[in-house]
């Protein structure tokens, strides 16, 4: 096999390349089944992060794996990024924390699967850290089965009220704190 | 308000590049003795930053990633337009510094091509100033040059994007302390599992081995694949030298794992 690539860190500059016009708007326009997954960012002291960028990845809601292109979509004559067209599910959305820290996603449930999956860059983070927003605590599921209970909560987001669900995600802490991340390899 | 007759905490001196050579040096030396890392350790601590922002648990290794991981999001001709990927046009006017095209393939570990996924860049413009509100290093910023490409591989995993050589830069990780000439690359595989982000260097630069980001890499080869070759034949004629860097996606694949790892 050949050798990979190495990571580098995504840096503190990305903000004018990477986000794009309704990254964190998967769901299309006006679904009535939309959920909405928000959440911190935290670092090892506890103190939310404003440069870390989330990436989602999901099924759509008939359990596809193929998602849709249309994600970055643009304008034909000024060539700015418009978004998405509001009736393809693209499954992929990309948001970065706000100044305090926070992110919203406004998607569809994930049709056969419990989960949402994340992708963490940040600044000071030198290789991607990967990771899965479970919307439902399922006791079938593997990786959650596999898992001590306290590692396990960081994976299950809390249903804050009906369709809204709340992800937090801690880079470092101590194991009932910090978020399981996956090793892929 | 009264102002304040509180002492200011002490802030303690920036450390010195000696400091920062010192711990690279013995980081390098434990390393030597292991086998070779692919990626860099995310606890680096001669790089700053990570000290508070890298997982102290172990990573829960999945040896069966599922359907959905080992699919990934896609993009189509709505997602790009020609002029992305020559980030000198996209002004009324001509950026300044060297213009030059950098050209390559984006492959899986098998050396199969990636097919149309995106490719997303973004760097310092040639006095090493990013066009970000953020960066306040006291060099021009180019009315004429923003740094943001994208375009997609073609069916053989080729990008290529024409822009100029972007210039080094100072950061605080250190007292001096300066990033090599880069350009930072967002990469996407067949599967969300092989997603990537890092940075393209130049060659011979003299400031990698003060570079803790390009040193976290610590082994020798695997950091030497960060950086593009220079290519006569890419260069064109009084118009732009050339620069080829091919890109290997880590990570399982679906396509992978139906020829059986
Ligand atoms: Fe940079």
Same mark, same amino acid.
């Given at each position: 096999m050949t050798a990979p690539t190495p990571s580098q860190t995504v840096g503190p500059f990305y903000g004018y390349a990477l986000p794009f016009v309704g &990254? &964190?708007?998967? @769901?299309?326009? &006006?679904? @009535?089944g939309a959920i909405t997954v928000h959440g911190y960012v935290y670092d090892g002291a506890g103190q939310p992060i404003p440069d870390a960028l989330l990436e989602f990845w999901q099924t759509g809601p008939d359990g596809s794996t193929t998602g849709a292109p249309g994600s970055l979509r643009r304008d034909a004559t000024t060539g700015a990024v418009i978004g998405r067209n509001g009736v393809d599910f693209t499954g992929f959305g990309r948001v970065p924390t706000d100044a305090d820290g926070h992110y919203v996603l406004r998607t569809l449930p994930p049709g056969d699967s419990p989960y949402i999956s994340v992708c963490v860059f940040a600044r000071g983070l030198l290789h991607h850290l990967f990771t899965r927003a479970y919307l439902t605590d399922s006791a079938e599921d593997q990786l959650l089965a596999s898992l001590a209970p306290e590692r396990r909560a960081t994976l299950v987001a809390a249903c804050e009220r009906d369709r809204v669900y709340r992800f937090d995600i801690r880079l470092q802490g101590d194991s009932d704190e910090e978020t399981v991340f996956l090793d892929f390899g | 308000m009264t102002a304040s007759i509180e002492r200011a905490p002490a802030v303690p001196a920036p450390e010195a590049q000696a400091d920062i050579d010192r711990e690279m040096a013995e980081l390098k030396r434990a390393a030597a003795g292991k086998p070779a890392l692919l990626h860099p350790a995310r606890d680096y601590a001669p790089y700053r930053s990570s000290a508070l922002r890298y997982p102290k648990n172990p990573l829960v290794v999945v040896r069966d990633p599922e359907a959905v991981e080992l699919s990934g999001p896609v993009f189509g001709v709505t997602d790009t337009t020609e002029l992305d990927s020559d980030l000198t046009r996209q002004h009324q006017g001509e950026p300044l510094g060297e213009r030059i095209t950098v050209a390559g393939r984006v492959l899986d570990r098998q050396g199969r091509p990636v097919r149309g996924q995106l490719v997303e860049i973004w760097q310092a413009n040639a006095s090493g100033r990013y066009a970000h509100l953020r960066d306040q290093h006291p060099a021009p910023l180019d009315p004429n040059f923003t740094g943001v490409g994208r375009c997609l591989t073609d069916d053989e995993g080729r990008y290529q994007f024409t822009t100029i050589k972007p210039g080094a830069y100072p950061w605080r990780n250190h007292l001096n302390a300066w990033r090599p000439a880069h350009i930072h690359f967002s990469l996407f595989g067949t599967a969300f599992t092989q997603r990537l982000v890092t940075q393209m260097y130049f060659p011979n630069d003299p400031l990698f081995a003060f570079d803790p980001i390009y040193q976290s890499i610590t082994d020798d080869k695997a950091r030497e694949r960060l950086i593009a070759t220079y290519n006569h034949d890419l260069s064109s004629p009084e118009w732009s030298l050339g620069y080829r860097w091919d890109i290997v996606l880590d990570g399982p694949s679906a396509t992978w794992m139906e020829e059986g790892r």
């Open positions: &990254g &964190g708007d998967v @769901a299309p326009a &006006g679904h @009535a | -």
